[in-house]
């Protein structure tokens, strides 16, 4: 970075909240020589106050996941023309208002896609034979006085349901091909070239499915996709994978779905109200937790932190943006 | 079955010990009405004196995992032309005396392979993602207490050693490939048409490898064959796999590489001692354990009977057999 004097006359990118990636990525991974960071958490002033004082002049923000941005938000920010994310999902936007104002967004892009369908695929496998089961098993010293853990199931034939053949759902199906699965999606509508067999409703997906695998964005149309019906389609040998947000499904009636029996398993990477997951299935050794870190890899922290830094430094010099986002 | 008189006439198959699959499947599922089984472990005889007295006419047995045949045993079987076992792997069986003898042998065959290979996979993702020990931590309600859990590390790109490029490693290899990693494999000898890049020595393997997968079977070649120097040149960040035998490994020297950081960590489906494993791993996060049950899942098992009876069936009706071992 340059000197004080110097730092002055950069663009600010503001901050409403501090991005986990920072502290775990440490900041200056994201700086640059192009712009500086304008800190709303930093100010002792409340946020709303803050943005009305101090940012009506900035044009680009950064927003990580918890930074909510809508319209109480944008108001404040006139001139406003482009957010970058740390996320690939962007829940936590107002698109249509952002559409509404010609802001630009730039998101995470295929960045965290590998290690989203990776993390999928573990759940997924950890669920049907059990590892983390079997893991706790072996380690509390059970193999020796208790014998065998209960057996698992096999991948090699199962019928996989994937909710939202986006990138993510892609990779999730290319993985799980070869494991010998076969493969249907659900989406709002059938891709073009893809040869996998489509359905208009995720009920009948479910009905036909042996584990659903969620990669779908949380929208109005999405939120408690998930519901009782579909639940009841997928049935007690069917298992539930979620990697995409807590909101898709209908956590409360999953989670009694899963206390009696009525799904098999699940595996779960998001949830409703987190950091807080349902405490029911703390209980459960067919369910499997991650906390939300599908994502989060050493190497793709880095690799979202130059592409951050390279989408700011393309809108400050009026260049193509490396991942915008388009509205489809 | 066929009445009591019926059976009498049947040729006899003998058991010197209760297979696991017996209880585990159902012996219903085992049986024909093409032979009978001779119980060796139901006598009151001691086993030796029991063959001695009961099995010198028995021309084909069964032989489980825990099952050792070896010359002690064939001694008393002259008769003995045909060995039918419920694993892939042969380790319990002597195989030099049994060639001597000219006794065939019937394995699992391609059973087990997909199963193995997708434990083998499943594991390796919970060692790089940290899966368990993920779902450990927000089992125990510390995300929302400590925050998120330290970050795992990404599959693709990774370089992945096969030890052992049989039917089970592969199908790890091409399951891998599917996440982005990069393959190559040490075997007695270069496998013909197989593109991946051979190492002879599997140290050299080791040393080009992020994570090593066993796959092999155990022999006097292979038992220890990952040593102190294999393990120093796969590094302190090589993860280990193994789902091949836990002789394969020399296991005090892999604990303490796993205690003291020289490697980063590993997911193992066996062990030296079975069904003991090492205590010292039972506290390490980045070791994944699971109860030998690679093989194991509720279809692969019900494959197996009918293989298994199969094998008698062909064997008693000098039909060929349906998978018979050859030594390579």
Same mark, same amino acid.
């Given at each position: 970075m340059g000197s004080p004097a110097a730092d002055e006359d950069l663009p600010q990118v503001l901050l409403i909240r501090n991005p986990p990636a920072f502290t775990i990525d440490g900041e200056e991974q994201f700086t640059s020589a192009k712009f500086r960071f304008l800190k709303a958490f930093e100010s002792t002033l409340p946020p709303h106050d803050f943005l009305a004082a101090r940012a009506q002049s900035v044009r680009a923000m950064l927003a990580s996941g918890g930074a909510v941005v809508d319209a109480s938000v944008l108001q404040f920010l006139p001139e406003l023309r482009l957010i970058v994310t740390t996320t690939a999902g962007l829940n936590q936007l107002d698109l249509p208002e952002c559409r509404r104002r010609g802001i630009r967004i730039a998101n995470a892009g295929?960045?965290?896609?590998?290690?989203?369908?990776?993390?999928?695929?573990? +759940?997924?496998?950890?669920?049907?034979? /059990?590892?983390?089961?079997?893991?706790?098993? &072996?380690?509390?010293?059970?193999?020796? #006085?208790? =014998?065998? @853990?209960?057996?698992? #199931?096999?991948?090699? =034939? /199962?019928?996989? =349901?994937?909710? $939202?053949? =986006?990138?993510?759902? @892609?990779?999730?199906?290319?993985?799980?091909?070869?494991? %010998? !699965? #076969?493969?249907? @999606?659900?989406?709002? /509508?059938?891709?073009? %070239?893809? #040869?996998?067999?489509?359905?208009?409703? &995720?009920?009948?997906?479910?009905?036909?499915?042996?584990?659903?695998? +969620? !990669?779908? $964005?949380?929208?109005?149309?999405?939120?408690?996709? *998930?519901?009782?019906?579909?639940?009841?389609? +997928?049935?007690?040998? $069917?298992? *539930?994978?979620?990697?995409?947000?807590g909101g898709v499904i209908d956590e409360k009636e999953m989670v009694r779905c899963l206390m009696e029996g009525e799904i098999a398993g699940a595996g779960l990477d998001v949830f409703e109200n987190e950091p807080d997951a349902p405490k029911e299935l703390m209980e459960l050794?067919?369910?499997?937790?991650?906390?939300?870190?599908? &994502?989060?890899?050493?190497?793709? +922290?880095?690799?979202?932190a130059r592409l951050v830094v390279g989408n700011l430094e393309a809108f400050f010099s009026n260049e193509p943006l490396l991942s915008e986002y388009e509205d489809d």
């Open positions: 295929d960045v965290y896609s590998a290690d989203v369908a990776d993390c999928a695929v573990g +759940l997924l496998i950890d669920v049907l034979r /059990k590892i983390s089961a079997c893991n706790r098993y &072996v380690k509390q010293g059970f193999w020796a #006085s208790k =014998g065998d @853990y209960p057996l698992g #199931s096999k991948l090699r =034939g /199962k019928r996989i =349901g994937i909710v $939202g053949l =986006g990138r993510i759902g @892609y990779q999730v199906a290319k993985r799980l091909e070869a494991f %010998g !699965c #076969s493969i249907a @999606y659900n989406s709002r /509508k059938a891709k073009p %070239g893809v #040869s996998y067999p489509f359905y208009q409703e &995720v009920q009948e997906l479910a009905a036909k499915s042996d584990a659903l695998i +969620l !990669c779908c $964005g949380l929208t109005e149309q999405t939120r408690h996709m *998930i519901n009782k019906e579909v639940l009841a389609a +997928l049935g007690k040998d $069917g298992v *539930i994978v979620n990697i995409a947000r050794d067919n369910v499997v937790m991650s906390p939300h870190c599908a &994502v989060f890899t050493r190497e793709s +922290l880095l690799d979202v």
